[in-house]
């Protein structure tokens, strides 16, 4: 009989998909790794179960505990998987703005979640990070994972989707692209294959316009996951060779066309990394191979990035996308329908 014991047993190993019409015209081969395909639905599963097996065998998450994060997205689903595998509570904070479909997504999965205010001062006793901070200190066993200080987040990548990347591509990648949030992601992985290749692997950064990364000031933007409005622990600043910059309407376009050409329903960091990772083939060669990874899937995001009304709201839309009908195509020159 083929099956594991739990789900988290299933956490990794995630295929890579070639893209075929986004690239059409382009010269490298570009291959997706698709982290959707994780139980938890998204790239935090890996770090996920690596922070937390890392305090357990420190002492700092023991048996019965509780684990406090402030999340109200996939780092929570991860979490609150693993912690069900393993017998913990969770304790998930979030701000009021976080949609309530979120919210129901971890209490589905049995995590408790606070909501706080957003219209308040951090300094605030009920802002985001006081209520966060209160109930790890208040909480008997509780513990916070801090994905944005945690170093088991980089080494999640380091030891789970560099060697993954580097034995699915024969040791032919060129190029890593990913998006940066906490760094994890492209610390951990960009370490790895750097390390694996003699340096010769290039690590590509996708950020939004705006964020710190690709030099902005912290300006706010739209796509979610991603760039931040200060440099977390997580971020090796060293890693990447490039960071691309990359505006709110082309991530959304290319999320869009991800699953329109590709059949692959994805969230907008991922449109966003695989607008950068195409950008960068336009300017490669015939040999070069590179692998984007995007992180979830699309389905946390009908109600924006694949809501037309949403689009328009903001301008997003390219002109050939908004409001064409099935008749509009099929009219004929005269005007007239078949
Ligand atoms: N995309 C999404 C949807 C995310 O939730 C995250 C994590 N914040 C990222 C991309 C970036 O990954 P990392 O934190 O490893 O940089």
């Given at each position: 009989?083929?099956?594991?014991?739990?789900?988290?047993?299933?956490?990794?190993?995630?295929?890579?998909?070639?893209?075929?019409?986004?690239?059409?015209?382009?010269?490298?081969?570009v291959l997706?790794?698709?982290?959707?395909?994780?139980p938890?639905?998204?790239?935090?599963?890996?770090?996920?179960?690596?922070?937390?097996?890392a305090?357990?065998?420190?002492?700092?998450?023991?048996?019965?505990?509780?684990?406090?994060?402030?999340?109200?997205?996939?780092?929570?689903?991860?979490?609150?998987?693993?912690?069900?595998?393993?017998?913990?509570?969770?304790?998930?904070?979030c701000?009021?703005?976080?949609?309530?479909?979120?919210?129901?997504?971890?209490?589905?999965?049995?995590?408790?979640?606070?909501v706080?205010?957003?219209?308040?001062?951090?300094?605030?006793?009920?802002?985001?990070?006081?209520?966060?901070?209160?109930?790890?200190?208040?909480?008997?066993?509780?513990?916070?994972?801090?994905?944005?200080?945690?170093?088991?987040?980089?080494?999640?990548?380091?030891?789970?989707?560099?060697?993954?990347?580097?034995?699915?591509?024969?040791?032919?990648?060129?190029?890593?692209?990913?998006?940066?949030?906490?760094?994890?992601?492209?610390?951990?992985?960009?370490?790895?294959?750097?390390?694996?290749?003699?340096?010769?692997?290039?690590?590509?950064?996708?950020?939004?316009?705006?964020?710190?990364?690709?030099?902005?000031?912290?300006?706010?933007?739209?796509?979610?996951?991603?760039?931040?409005?200060?440099?977390?622990?997580?971020?090796?600043?060293?890693?990447?060779?490039?960071?691309?910059?990359?505006?709110?309407?082309?991530?959304?376009?290319?999320?869009?066309?991800?699953?329109?050409?590709?059949?692959?329903?994805?969230?907008?960091?991922?449109?966003?990394?695989?607008?950068?990772?195409?950008?960068?083939?336009?300017?490669?060669?015939p040999d070069?191979?590179?692998?984007?990874?995007?992180?979830?899937?699309?389905?946390?995001?009908?109600s924006?990035?694949?809501?037309?009304?949403w689009?328009?709201?903001y301008?997003?839309?390219?002109?050939?996308?908004?409001?064409?009908?099935?008749?509009?195509v099929?009219?004929?020159?005269?005007?007239?329908?078949?």
């Amino acid at each position: 009989m083929q099956y594991v014991e739990h789900v988290a047993d299933l956490v990794g190993n995630t295929p890579l998909v070639k893209l075929n019409t986004v690239t059409q015209g382009l010269q490298p081969l570009v291959l997706a790794k698709l982290e959707y395909m994780n139980p938890g639905g998204s790239v935090k599963d890996r770090i996920a179960l690596r922070m937390v097996e890392a305090a357990e065998r420190s002492g700092e998450l023991r048996p019965g505990g509780t684990i406090v994060e402030p999340t109200s997205g996939n780092t929570g689903v991860g979490l609150a998987m693993v912690a069900q595998r393993k017998g913990y509570k969770c304790v998930f904070v979030c701000p009021d703005k976080v949609s309530e479909d979120k919210r129901n997504v971890l209490k589905a999965y049995g995590a408790e979640v606070v909501v706080c205010p957003t219209a308040v001062a951090p300094e605030h006793p009920n802002s985001y990070y006081n209520v966060s901070d209160r109930l790890v200190n208040e909480i008997d066993g509780a513990w916070k994972p801090n994905q944005y200080a945690n170093v088991e987040n980089p080494a999640s990548h380091y030891h789970g989707t560099g060697p993954e990347l580097w034995k699915q591509t024969e040791g032919r990648i060129t190029h890593f692209v990913a998006g940066v949030g906490t760094g994890g992601t492209i610390s951990g992985t960009g370490r790895y294959l750097k390390e694996v290749s003699g340096g010769k692997v290039k690590i590509v950064g996708a950020d939004p316009e705006g964020s710190v990364y690709s030099g902005g000031t912290g300006r706010p933007y739209l796509v979610e996951g991603v760039g931040e409005d200060f440099w977390p622990d997580t971020y090796d600043r060293d890693i990447c060779d490039e960071i691309i910059a990359i505006s709110d309407a082309d991530s959304f376009n290319v999320t869009r066309r991800l699953a329109r050409e590709e059949a692959l329903l994805v969230g907008g960091s991922c449109g966003m990394a695989a607008a950068a990772a195409l950008e960068l083939a336009r300017r490669e060669g015939p040999d070069a191979v590179i692998v984007v990874l995007l992180p979830d899937g699309g389905r946390g995001y009908l109600s924006k990035v694949f809501n037309d009304a949403w689009m328009s709201s903001y301008g997003f839309l390219a002109p050939e996308e908004s409001g064409a009908t099935v008749g509009d195509v099929l009219r004929r020159k005269d005007g007239t329908l078949p």
